[in-house]
């Protein structure tokens, strides 16, 4: 079975997350380490603003 990752060396909010929701389609399985708070995100979910540092923007 071949693995692909995807490994950020910016240290920050570079346009990963970008990466894999463009890619998600060809995998069966998509995994996520968590080492520390994320950037900053906030989303618009049916017509809630939520704001999230630490739970990924995927969780949604």
Partial sequence: ?????LVGLQWGDEGKGKIVDILTSSYDIIARFQGGP??????????????????????F
């Fill in 1 to 5: 079975m071949a693995i692909d990752i």
């Fill in 38 to 59: 994320n950037a900053g995100h906030t989303l618009q979910f049916n017509g809630i603003k939520h704001v999230l540092h630490t739970i990924p923007s995927g969780i």
